[in-house]
């Protein structure tokens, strides 16, 4: 009776295979992430300007100010991904409030759960400094 080695390639291929299908769902989930932090980080920052153009204005006058926020959120870059929906300005106590909303759409829409975007929500508040005392 003759006794065969087995060869070592065959377990190769089943042990790269079952990797993939463990790594290429993380690797995938990791984009979206990606994606949610960049669409995070796009808001704080339109928030921020909108709430700084807004505080250059004096306080006396509510339209000039929702004006230069609104300038400025107009001229945030739309794209597949990043989408501005809302923002919503407010005034009171020598400061200027700006909130603000973007969706984010999924490059990699999460199986099952149907949910292929995210809406993000952002405020930023600034003195006024378009008034002298």
């Known amino acids: 009776m003759s006794v065969r080695a087995r ?4 377990s190769s291929i ?7 299908i463990l790594l290429i769902p993380i690797v995938l989930f990791l984009v979206d992430v990606a994606a949610m932090v960049v669409a995070q980080t796009e808001n704080d920052k339109l928030a921020k300007a909108c709430a700084r153009a807004a505080a250059e ?3 006396s006058n509510p339209g000039q100010q929702s004006s230069a926020a609104m300038g400025v959120y107009n001229n945030q870059r739309r794209s597949s991904l990043l989408t501005p929906t809302s923002l919503n300005t407010t005034n009171g106590g020598g400061l200027v409030t700006c909130a603000t909303t973007i969706t984010c759409t999924l490059p990699v829409p999460v199986p099952f759960l149907g949910n292929s975007s995210v809406a993000f929500n952002a ?5 006024i400094v378009g008034e002298l005392p």
């Open 57 to 59: 204005f004096p306080s």
């Open 123 to 127: 405020k930023a508040t600034e003195p």
């Open 7 to 10: 060869k070592t390639k065959g």
């Open 14 to 20: 089943v042990e790269t295979a079952a990797g993939l």
